[in-house]
Structure formats: C-alpha cells, structure tokens
T-cell receptor
C-alpha cells in the first residue's frame, strides 16, 4: 500500500535560517504529493502540491519538487520566520482521483527569534 | 462560505456510550472524507462519500463506526460502545470532484476523549 515517511522531529531553528524537511514515499504509479501545515490552534491547511514528476510546488516562500527517481518531496524554505512555527505533514494521493490522502507522521517546527 | 465546520469541537464520554459527530462541508463540494488523528501521528483515512454514496471504507472503521451523508450535504459519524482506544481527533474534509490534485479542505476537528 501507499506510505509516507517524514524525518524525525522536532526541528528548532533560528529566524532566517534555511529549512529542509525530508519526505519520501512509497506508491505505485504516479501519485499526487502534498504538504499540509497545521498552525497552533488551527486546522490543516494545504501549503503546496505537485501532481506529476519534476513539478515544483511553491507557496509562502516554501518549495518542494516531485522527484520520481528518488521518490521524494522535500520541503524547503530559504529564510524561516517565527510565524512559520507549526506542524508540517507530507501526504500523497494515489492515481485514482477519488483516492484518500495518506499522511506522514508530521514534524513540529519551532522558529525562535 | 466559511469553510468546513465540525460539531462538537470537543466531546468527553464514558466508555460504552455512543457518540455522534457532525460535519458540514463547503456547500458546493460533492466529496466528503473522514480521518482520525492520534497524538504524534498524521491523519488516517476512515471513509469517503461522493454525494450521498459511501464509496470507500478503511479497515480501521470497525462495525462500531457508522457514517452517513443523507442528501449529499452534511455527514455524521457515529461511534457505538466507545472504547478508550477511540480517543482521538476526528477530522472531516471536503473537495470538489476533479483531477488528482484536487485540494481537500479540512475542518477544525472534533476531539473525542473516552474515559
């Protein structure tokens, strides 16, 4: 079945530091890949997505590239802010358009001033 | 429209009691999903509706769980004879029928505590 593996957390960074959060996946065919974010006290929100190999999703300064050859979708940001402190989830959806989302465990990011 | 709403936001119950949660999706969305999230884990899929039809159920959804979506609008998730292991956050999401990249919009969740 489908699965998503995220790097272990939590992660603590200073403001303006570079961020990488690793995500790898196992799936047949060509899944769609997503990063969701959960800010404190709020619900899950879509951060970015990519639907085919070599696509780059981007939003709010975050980027992730769909790498079919390494089955990865790592999240990056060049300069994090305190407001980026949240829990980040990598997820995939199978090729069928009505497929469920399969999530990783999530990783907590704390950014200190 | 203000997004997906869920009620109640919190529910505390005693083991063996029945509980029911409600989800109101974004009004034009025809797809509705239920997920369960436990502490330190990502959400896990429970079941999915397209309009009023329940099209997929996870093996996580034991026979104590039942979900409905009458008339293809709001949905309810009922848990009968609750157990302590049912304590979790129950999330509802909705989406428009579309391609593989169609976004699922999540509600704030209902946190269930079974004593």
């Amino acid at each position: 079945g489908n699965s998503v593996t995220q790097m272990e957390g939590p992660v603590t960074l200073s403001e303006e530091a570079f961020l990488t959060i690793n995500c790898t996946y196992t799936a047949t065919g060509y899944p769609s890949l997503f990063w969701y974010v959960q800010y404190p006290g709020e619900g899950l929100q879509l951060l970015l997505k990519a639907t085919k190999a070599d696509d780059k999703g981007s939003n709010k300064g975050f980027e992730a590239t769909y790498r079919k050859e390494t089955t990865s979708f790592h999240l990056e940001k060049g300069s994090v802010q305190v407001s980026d402190s949240a829990v980040y989830f990598c997820a995939l959806r199978g090729e069928r358009a009505n497929s469920k989302l399969t999530f990783g465990k999530g990783i907590t990011l704390s950014v200190r001033p | 429209d203000t997004g997906v709403s869920q009620n109640p936001r919190h529910k505390i119950t005693k083991r063996g009691q029945n509980v029911t949660f409600r989800c109101d999706p974004i009004s034009e969305h025809n797809r509705l999903y239920w997920y369960r999230q436990t502490l330190g884990q990502g959400p896990e899929f429970l079941t999915y509706f397209q309009n009023e039809a329940q099209l997929e159920k996870s093996r996580l959804l034991s026979d104590r769980f039942s979900a409905e979506r009458p008339k293809g609008s709001f949905s309810t998730l009922e848990i009968q004879r609750t157990e302590q292991g049912d304590s979790a956050m129950y999330l509802c999401a909705s989406s428009l029928e579309g391609g593989a990249g169609s976004e699922q919009f999540f509600g704030p969740g209902t946190r269930l505590t079974v004593l």
